[in-house]
């Protein structure tokens, strides 16, 4: 939304007074949750108000004062380097700080925005996008999502992990922002890690770098989904092991991963979201031996190993004789679940 005001300062001809107010935050953030990001951020927008501080201003042509005052506030933002806010831009809460009314003391500029920000159109513009904002709502309760409903229940239960935090959680994001929910893989690479995990004789699953969101949301959904068609807890039906320093996400889905920050722990079915070198293929021929490997690259031959391509996947099977799997993921998957709950080793 532009607005296209008219400044009348004490003395001399009328001032050009244009902003634009952007919204990309709010779209980016609305966005987000649909692919079980940032749920919690959003659910948390109760009142219309709560809208603004999503709110970005843009400076079009304003009078001198006000572009003194918003080129003090971008240097207050990052005293020791460039800022890291949008060109000419700058969050509207900081905006709004700039005027006040001082009886007859106020300045032309303060009554000419000020007089905006009450009036019909700035309460109708925030209004209007609130309605988005419940109506987002609406559909993140209505979805199908496993890992969605599961952050509502703990919402719904006060039981969230956010739940003890002083704020809420909180992304002012710019126009340049990448969401990390972006896929990384092509859409065929997903649908085959799906095929993989329906597989019985997949229990555990090990990822070296779990960098990519997409790929650790499927895991994470089908843990749950096991767990609710078996009745058991969470990582009892499938143990994930992720060669990390951890996720925030874990725990706002309330998935069991057992994270690792050296070594990685044992899969049925490994995928490698890191580039693979010799020293690691001599590693799966010897001590590090599993069942199958996954990867959204080939790798080329390893040794004992048939592969299957695809696009943009390529799928590694053991076929050397004389290793019961089937036993030694028994094992493995009873040390995860030990004392019913996954071991989380750093």
């Not at 649908?191 to 895991?219: I, N």
């Not at 004389?322 to 004392?339: C, H, P, T, V």
């Amino acid at each position: 939304m532009i607005l296209d005001l008219t400044c009348h300062p004490y003395r001399g001809d009328p001032l050009p007074f244009r902003v634009e107010i952007q919204h990309h935050a709010l779209e980016h953030l609305m966005a987000d949750a649909l692919e079980a990001h940032r749920v919690y951020e959003l659910m948390m927008i109760r009142r219309p108000g709560d809208v603004w501080k999503y709110l970005w201003v843009k400076t079009l042509e304003v009078p001198p004062d006000v572009s003194m005052q918003v080129k003090w506030e971008r240097e207050k933002e990052n005293p020791w380097g460039p800022c890291s806010w949008p060109e000419e831009s700058l969050p509207l809460n900081q905006f709004v700080s700039f005027f006040c009314w001082c009886w007859e003391d106020t300045t032309p500029e303060s009554a000419c925005w000020l007089r905006e920000k009450a009036g019909s159109r700035f309460t109708e513009f925030g209004r209007q996008f609130f309605q988005r904002i419940q109506d987002a709502q609406r559909e993140i309760r209505n979805s199908h999502d496993l890992l969605i409903q599961a952050e509502l229940a703990e919402i719904e239960a006060l039981q969230h992990h956010h739940d003890m935090d002083a704020r809420s959680p909180f992304e002012h994001t710019t126009p340049d922002y990448q969401s990390p929910t972006a896929p990384k893989r092509k859409a065929a690479y997903y649908d085959k890690l799906r095929e993989l995990l329906a597989m019985p004789e997949v229990s555990l699953v090990a990822v070296r770098g779990d960098d990519d969101y997409q790929t650790m949301r499927v895991l994470c959904a089908d843990q749950r989904r096991r767990s609710l068609a078996s009745g058991k807890p969470i990582g009892h039906e499938l143990a994930l092991h992720a060669l990390s320093d951890g996720r925030s996400y874990y725990s706002r889905w309330g998935a069991a991963v057992n994270c690792w920050q050296e070594g990685l722990g044992y899969g049925d079915l490994m995928i490698n979201a890191m580039q693979c070198y010799p020293a690691f293929c001599d590693h799966l021929q010897t001590t590090r031996r599993c069942r199958m490997i996954f990867t959204h690259q080939d790798e080329g031959e390893i040794k004992g190993y048939t592969q299957t391509k695809g696009d943009g996947w390529a799928l590694y099977q053991d076929i050397r004789p004389g290793y019961d799997y089937a036993a030694r993921s028994q094992r493995e998957l009873a040390e995860f679940i030990k004392d019913g709950q996954p071991i989380i080793q750093h």
